[in-house]
């Protein structure tokens, strides 16, 4: 079959090997808490000064010179810029990899760590500082209102309209570094097979989880899976 439209979807596998921790597995707690439980707007509400502390190391690591895009996120690039028919990125990280990589179209369906959103007015602001110390918003000059620019537990994730689309014309879904534990990009797969014509692809480092459900499962790091697929998806041997 020839392959017109590739979605990808990336986890947080794809930004380990530039040296971001991923949520779930060895070292994926932080201070001692789950994602689960500072990633709520009901943890902010109760604690903004934890869920604060949470994001703004997040924002200084990810500014870290040693933080650079790794050869997976470079080979996407290279497909978007070769490839002939279409390619969408899917991004559930917060971080600019993708971008920093060469990029150009991408969709972060949680958020943005390097961008700050009012809760009094709703204007979204670059933003590289902390937020810890309760800075006035840009736009309005309200204090203590601004917050991370990401999508907590229980709050909709973004562009879901723009996603439904692409996976339901997509011929190749390709899933990467994601442990398909969070809904609804957890579901995509299931999605892109409803409409029956798509193949789908998870590279991870881990074994398939049993309720996994790709055509076809490539086991390993990210940075030495993702450049071979993308020279076969660029001279059609894949
Ligand atoms: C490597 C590697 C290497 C390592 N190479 N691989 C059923 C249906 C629908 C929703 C729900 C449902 N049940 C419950 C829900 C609600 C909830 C949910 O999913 N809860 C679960 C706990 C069950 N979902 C929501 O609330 C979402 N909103 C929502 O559903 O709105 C309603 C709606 C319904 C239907 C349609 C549309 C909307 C919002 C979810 C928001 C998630 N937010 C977070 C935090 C914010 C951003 C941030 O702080 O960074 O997003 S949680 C956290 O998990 C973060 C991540 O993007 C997300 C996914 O994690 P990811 O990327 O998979 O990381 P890990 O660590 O889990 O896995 C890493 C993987 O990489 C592992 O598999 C490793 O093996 C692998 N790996 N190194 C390759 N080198």
């Given at each position: 079959?020839?392959?017109?439209?590739?979605?990808?979807?990336?986890?947080?596998?794809?930004?380990a090997?530039?040296?971001?921790p991923?949520f779930r597995?060895a070292?994926?707690?932080w201070?001692?808490?789950?994602?689960?439980?500072v990633?709520t707007?009901?943890?902010?509400?109760?604690?903004?000064a934890?869920?604060?502390r949470?994001?703004?190391?997040?924002?200084?690591q990810?500014?870290?010179?040693?933080?650079?895009?790794?050869?997976?996120?470079?080979?996407?690039?290279?497909?978007?810029a070769?490839?002939?028919?279409?390619?969408?990125?899917?991004?559930?990280?917060?971080d600019?990899?993708h971008?920093?990589?060469?990029?150009?179209?991408?969709?972060?369906?949680?958020?943005?760590?390097?961008?700050?959103?009012c809760?009094?007015c709703g204007?979204?602001?670059?933003?590289?500082?902390?937020?810890?110390?309760?800075?006035?918003?840009p736009?309005?000059?309200?204090?203590?209102?601004l917050?991370?620019?990401?999508?907590?537990?229980?709050?909709?994730?973004?562009?879901?309209?723009?996603?439904?689309?692409?996976?339901?014309?997509?011929d190749?879904?390709?899933?990467?570094?994601?442990?398909?534990?969070?809904?609804?990009?957890?579901g995509f797969?299931?999605e892109?097979?409803?409409?029956?014509?798509?193949?789908?692809?998870?590279?991870?480092l881990e074994?398939?989880?049993?309720n996994?459900?790709?055509?076809e499962?490539?086991q390993?790091?990210?940075?030495?899976?993702?450049?071979?697929?993308?020279?076969?998806?660029?001279?059609g041997?894949?």
């Amino acid at each position: 079959m020839t392959i017109e439209r590739i979605v990808v979807l990336t986890g947080a596998g794809i930004s380990a090997e530039s040296g971001l921790p991923t949520f779930r597995g060895a070292g994926g707690l932080w201070e001692g808490h789950r994602v689960e439980e500072v990633a709520t707007p009901e943890a902010f509400a109760r604690d903004p000064a934890t869920v604060h502390r949470f994001y703004d190391l997040r924002r200084r690591q990810l500014q870290e010179a040693a933080v650079e895009p790794n050869p997976a996120h470079r080979a996407l690039a290279e497909l978007e810029a070769g490839f002939p028919g279409e390619v969408l990125v899917i991004t559930q990280n917060i971080d600019d990899l993708h971008e920093r990589a060469g990029l150009g179209h991408l969709i972060h369906m949680h958020g943005e760590l390097l961008k700050a959103r009012c809760g009094a007015c709703g204007a979204v602001h670059p933003w590289r500082g902390d937020l810890g110390h309760l800075p006035p918003c840009p736009a309005c000059g309200r204090p203590g209102r601004l917050r991370p620019h990401v999508v907590w537990f229980g709050e909709m994730p973004l562009e879901m309209e723009r996603i439904g689309a692409a996976l339901g014309a997509s011929d190749l879904f390709v899933s990467i570094g994601t442990s398909g534990n969070v809904y609804p990009a957890a579901g995509f797969v299931e999605e892109v097979r409803a409409h029956g014509r798509a193949r789908s692809i998870e590279i991870n480092l881990e074994p398939p989880a049993h309720n996994r459900r790709f055509d076809e499962h490539r086991q390993g790091r990210a940075g030495d899976l993702v450049p071979p697929l993308v020279r076969e998806l660029l001279t059609g041997a894949a």
